[in-house]
């Protein structure tokens, strides 16, 4: 097979909308039906190389995190020796998967989303539900509408950069070939969107790569299904290559392996960090030197001028720092707000946090929120209240978590007057929001404070009126935020709208669901062809 000279033309792509599951709709009762039938029928999860389903014997039990007694999986996890089999495997698919052409590459993927965008999109928002406790809502916009958006939007981005060729001249030809990378990609995914779980290894796949995948553990039941529908919709055996289990020994393995092209990672800063270490420490053994793009977390802020709607703002802080448990990472968990809106913004605030229902979001799809997701996180939230409390911070609302029969945290509001306090600076990822107060006319002198206080830069929001406030904060907090929201919550950055990323130790900002991110899983290869060459030595300068 050759490369396509990428003249076909794709689909424009357009965002995906957003169900709505309203009582009484059909499409409601479809996805109650799968939700009912898939948690009765827990499934056997293996591993797929090489387009072969690979069971270990080594398993693990996913869980429902709001039902502690609901089994919804048996996980096969890998050996060393299936992770080595899932090199070789990616390795072996490579070069017949980067000269087919691009036409037929993207086709796999456009025909996943319509797949997703219909008879598919139920079977993966339920397991979404109820492997990683996200109410219908949460589910919807992640991993039925962003993925949908991800597989769309990324074939039209690889097209795009086909298209930025080099000026030809009178006697010569120029252009650039986009090849894949020269090795095999590592993809290391997170558990809390089912979208970015899938995005990591398909971004890579539509530019020509081949992908050794890791899901988290947590993840592993809508990872299982979204495997499944990249194999209905057409991808060859050995393309993307799943492997459950233990990230440190998929990371090892993989980076150990000279091949090893590059890393597409979302996760903690510690393990992002640590990943890059190993990839340092050996690079000298590799083919070539990997690409590393990893998105780390954050503390993101949510900024009031004095000006600020109290309402807008309400809204803000609650979707933005409650919606999915707060297990988001642009999720708002810092706040600083005007003493003048205050009292306003207090009573509101702790009402709406009071009316967010929680519960089993399997059973009961009018539900708000669901469980953080495991028994870890739990008990971090429950001892950074704890913490806080005895450190001084107010309790305003929240703090009564339960684990009985899931592992519920509310939505718990802190007051505190240090703004270094911990949880004015440490990533927590769950519902947890610290207000710091602040006298009216310190605005401007609080930005630099809002700058620094952590070393995240991923997401935050200014909420004012005053556009001469809104001007000078966009300003002094230019490096503080990769994804700057004005008069918005920090979170909800949709595929082709709101480029997603961060920098600092965030990340390394090459912006999901951009052509930014496309553009990193390429090795450009420039040519240039002439027509009629020179037929002596000599220039004109030598008389």
Same mark, same amino acid.
């Given at each position: 097979m050759t490369m396509s000279d990428g003249s076909i033309p794709i689909p424009p792509p357009v965002n995906e909308p957003v169900r709505g599951y309203a009582p009484g709709s059909d499409e409601r009762r479809s996805l109650e039906a799968v939700v009912a039938d898939m948690a009765a029928s827990p499934i056997e999860a293996s591993c797929v190389i090489g387009g072969v389903p690979v069971t270990t014997g080594?398993?693990?039990?996913?869980?429902?995190? *709001?039902? *502690?007694?609901? /089994?919804?999986?048996? +996980? *096969?996890?890998?050996?060393?020796?299936e992770v080595e089999r899932a090199v070789e495997a990616a390795e072996d698919a490579r070069p017949e998967w980067a000269a087919m052409p691009?036409?037929?590459?993207? &086709?796999?993927?456009?025909?996943?989303?319509?797949?997703?965008?219909?008879?598919?999109?139920?079977?993966?928002?339920?397991?979404?539900?109820?492997?990683?406790?996200?109410?219908?809502?949460?589910?919807? @916009?992640?991993?039925?509408?962003? #993925? @949908?958006?991800?597989?769309?939007?990324? +074939?039209a981005y690889a097209r795009q950069l086909q298209d930025e060729q080099p000026l030809s001249v009178d006697g010569e030809w120029n252009r650039v070939d986009l090849r894949p990378l020269d090795g095999f990609v590592l993809a290391i995914t997170p558990f809390n969107f089912t979208a970015i779980a899938g995005n990591l290894p398909t971004a890579p796949a539509i530019m020509g790569n081949t992908v050794v995948w890791k899901p988290s553990e947590k993840q &592993?039941?809508?990872?299982?299904?979204?495997?499944? =529908?990249?194999? &209905?919709?057409?991808?060859?055996?050995?393309?993307?290559?799943?492997?459950?289990?233990?990230?440190?020994?998929?990371? /090892?393995?993989?980076?150990?392996?000279?091949?090893?092209?590059? #890393?597409?990672?979302?996760?903690?800063e510690r393990v992002l960090s640590s990943l890059w270490e190993r990839i340092g420490a050996q690079v000298g053994r590799y083919t070539s030197f990997p690409r590393i793009i990893g998105e780390s977390g954050g503390k993101d802020f949510v900024l009031a001028h004095p000006s600020a709607d109290v309402q807008r703002l309400v809204v803000g =802080?609650?979707?933005?720092?409650?919606?999915?448990?707060?297990?988001?990472?642009?999720?708002?968990? !810092?706040?600083?707000?005007?003493?003048?809106?205050?009292?306003a913004v207090k009573d509101h605030l702790a009402d709406l946090a009071?009316?967010?229902?929680?519960?089993?979001?399997?059973?009961?799809?009018?539900?708000?929120?669901?469980?953080?997701?495991?028994?870890?996180?739990? !008990?971090?939230h429950a001892e950074a209240i704890a913490r806080a409390q005895a450190e001084g911070a107010e309790l305003l609302v929240g703090g009564e978590c339960?684990?009985?029969?899931g592992w519920f945290v509310p939505p718990t509001v802190l007051v505190t007057d240090d703004p270094r306090a911990f949880t004015m600076t440490e990533e927590l990822f769950g519902p947890i929001l610290t207000v710091h107060v602040y006298d009216d006319d310190r605005f401007d002198a609080l930005l630099p404070e809002v700058d620094q206080a952590t070393r995240y830069a991923l997401t935050g929001a200014v909420f004012a009126d005053d556009r001469s406030a809104v001007a000078r904060a966009t300003e002094a907090l230019r490096h503080t935020a990769g994804n700057l929201y @004005?008069?918005?919550?920090?979170?909800?950055?949709?595929?082709?709208?709101?480029?997603?990323?961060?920098?600092?130790?965030?990340?390394?900002?090459?912006? &999901?669901?951009?052509?930014?991110?496309?553009?990193?899983?390429?090795?450009?290869?420039?040519?240039?062809?002439?027509?009629?060459?020179p037929t002596h030595w000599s220039y004109p300068h030598e008389g």
């Amino acid at each position: 097979m050759t490369m396509s000279d990428g003249s076909i033309p794709i689909p424009p792509p357009v965002n995906e909308p957003v169900r709505g599951y309203a009582p009484g709709s059909d499409e409601r009762r479809s996805l109650e039906a799968v939700v009912a039938d898939m948690a009765a029928s827990p499934i056997e999860a293996s591993c797929v190389i090489g387009g072969v389903p690979v069971t270990t014997g080594q398993t693990f039990v996913q869980r429902a995190p *709001h039902d *502690h007694g609901l /089994e919804l999986a048996e +996980v *096969h996890g890998a050996t060393r020796a299936e992770v080595e089999r899932a090199v070789e495997a990616a390795e072996d698919a490579r070069p017949e998967w980067a000269a087919m052409p691009f036409e037929h590459r993207a &086709a796999v993927f456009l025909r996943a989303a319509d797949l997703l965008a219909g008879p598919w999109r139920d079977r993966i928002n339920a397991a979404t539900i109820l492997g990683q406790s996200k109410s219908v809502q949460q589910a919807e @916009i992640d991993a039925a509408c962003e #993925l @949908i958006d991800f597989l769309r939007f990324n +074939v039209a981005y690889a097209r795009q950069l086909q298209d930025e060729q080099p000026l030809s001249v009178d006697g010569e030809w120029n252009r650039v070939d986009l090849r894949p990378l020269d090795g095999f990609v590592l993809a290391i995914t997170p558990f809390n969107f089912t979208a970015i779980a899938g995005n990591l290894p398909t971004a890579p796949a539509i530019m020509g790569n081949t992908v050794v995948w890791k899901p988290s553990e947590k993840q &592993a039941l809508a990872a299982h299904h979204t495997m499944r =529908l990249l194999e &209905a919709a057409g991808l060859p055996p050995g393309v993307i290559n799943l492997v459950h289990g233990d990230g440190a020994l998929a990371a /090892e393995v993989a980076t150990a392996d000279p091949r090893f092209g590059a #890393l597409h990672f979302t996760g903690s800063e510690r393990v992002l960090s640590s990943l890059w270490e190993r990839i340092g420490a050996q690079v000298g053994r590799y083919t070539s030197f990997p690409r590393i793009i990893g998105e780390s977390g954050g503390k993101d802020f949510v900024l009031a001028h004095p000006s600020a709607d109290v309402q807008r703002l309400v809204v803000g =802080l609650g979707r933005g720092a409650f919606e999915y448990q707060g297990q988001k990472c642009s999720a708002a968990s !810092r706040a600083y707000l005007p003493r003048s809106l205050w009292p306003a913004v207090k009573d509101h605030l702790a009402d709406l946090a009071r009316s967010l229902s929680m519960g089993d979001v399997g059973r009961d799809l009018s539900l708000y929120l669901g469980a953080v997701i495991d028994g870890n996180a739990f !008990r971090k939230h429950a001892e950074a209240i704890a913490r806080a409390q005895a450190e001084g911070a107010e309790l305003l609302v929240g703090g009564e978590c339960d684990d009985t029969d899931g592992w519920f945290v509310p939505p718990t509001v802190l007051v505190t007057d240090d703004p270094r306090a911990f949880t004015m600076t440490e990533e927590l990822f769950g519902p947890i929001l610290t207000v710091h107060v602040y006298d009216d006319d310190r605005f401007d002198a609080l930005l630099p404070e809002v700058d620094q206080a952590t070393r995240y830069a991923l997401t935050g929001a200014v909420f004012a009126d005053d556009r001469s406030a809104v001007a000078r904060a966009t300003e002094a907090l230019r490096h503080t935020a990769g994804n700057l929201y @004005i008069n918005d919550k920090p979170t909800g950055s949709v595929v082709g709208r709101q480029p997603f990323g961060g920098a600092r130790r965030s990340g390394t900002n090459d912006k &999901a669901g951009s052509v930014f991110n496309l553009g990193r899983w390429c090795s450009p290869r420039a040519i240039k062809e002439t027509w009629a060459g020179p037929t002596h030595w000599s220039y004109p300068h030598e008389g």
